[in-house]
């Protein structure tokens, strides 16, 4: 390849991976682990915790590239499982505004055949959708078997932005708490493989990264009156989320958070997170290995959450 193609094909990388040059901005909270061995639970509790990063510096491209291509090979491999073997994969992704969940789905789909990788990113409800039981609008869009489905905010729009804006009444909003254990476990039952993401990002990096979208004329359609408030809004988000991961992380249907004030780490953990935890075939255990612990935990480690107390909700 010559260096005129070179730089295209690097220009084309950096346009579809990165806001402008992300990758030398500095990154809030960096608090380097610096131990020479894996971090011990109480660690990893730490640095999600106090939102504390592990690494100084953004990835590098060239880290990026070299790590994301054969993860992007093993995507390939999953699909062909999940079709031959007439799976059905549902993977979730939630967040606060500007978290980088639309990206990280494009990079796990990007070379999958959109006849077996569908995304889901509903608008607000019609009035019609109003009138139905609230999950009904997501039941519509659940895998086949040979599919997977990627949430681009799910059914729990009703526990983040919903109550936080105002959205529901407080008795729908614990109706909902009541009923998504049981909804989610009847479609684990059914054969769904149910995996919950949350990309949390901080305060500064979402100022940031809402700053550069009210000025990059790619990127205006992308703020909205909900995102203005969410700076304002930011202590009622982190309640709305930790009582989410209380009540709704379960044994069958548990959540993992994914740190994300650097989009390239975020989506190689997101990526590594799912394969690492599916037995395809031809699966490369190199490549699909655990994710980094810092960058990648489940929310009953870094949270220290138990089941859900069923009894003690409210209703």
């Not at 997977?148 to 529901?168: H, L, P, T």
């Not at 359609?221 to 304002?232: C, F, H, I, T």
């Not at 935890?277 to 994710?291: G, I, T, W």
């Amino acid at each position: 390849m010559n260096d005129k193609s070179d730089s295209a094909h690097a220009y084309i990388y950096s346009l579809e991976s990165l806001e402008d040059r992300e990758f030398e901005r500095p990154i809030p909270n960096a608090t380097p682990y610096a131990a020479d061995h894996e971090p011990t639970p109480d660690a990893i509790r730490k640095y999600f915790r106090e939102h504390l990063y592990p690494y100084a510096k953004r990835m590098s491209l060239d880290q990026y590239y070299a790590e994301m291509h054969p993860l992007q090979i093993e995507l390939v491999k999953l699909q062909n499982w999940v079709k031959t073997t007439r799976q059905k994969i549902v993977i979730v992704f939630e967040g606060r505004d500007a978290a980088g969940k639309g990206s990280t789905i494009r990079r796990f789909t990007e070379h999958l055949n959109p006849r077996g990788a569908r995304v889901v990113s509903l608008d607000k409800p019609t009035d019609a959708e109003r009138e139905q039981w609230y999950f009904q609008r997501y039941v519509d869009h659940l895998p086949t078997a040979g599919e997977i489905v990627f949430f681009d905010r799910s059914w729990y729009n009703r526990a983040g932005v919903e109550r936080v804006m105002g959205f529901c009444t407080e008795e729908e909003y614990w109706e909902f708490i009541a009923q998504t254990p049981d909804f989610e476990r009847m479609l684990v039952r059914s054969g769904v493989r149910l995996f919950k993401l949350y990309l949390s990002v901080g305060r500064d990096e979402q100022a940031r990264r809402f700053k550069d979208r009210e000025t990059n004329p790619l990127k205006k359609w992308k703020l909205s009156p909900v995102d203005v408030e969410a700076q304002a809004r930011w202590d009622d988000y982190t309640h709305a989320k930790e009582v989410t991961f209380r009540l709704t992380n379960t044994s069958y249907a548990p959540w993992t958070v994914i740190k994300s004030e650097d989009k390239l780490r975020a989506r190689i953990g997101a990526i590594r997170y799912i394969l690492h935890m599916l037995d395809y075939n031809e699966k490369d255990p190199v490549v699909a290995r655990a994710p980094d612990p810092l960058i990648a935990a489940s929310a009953a480690l870094a949270f220290e959450l138990g089941e859900p107390d069923l009894q003690g909700r409210k209703n």
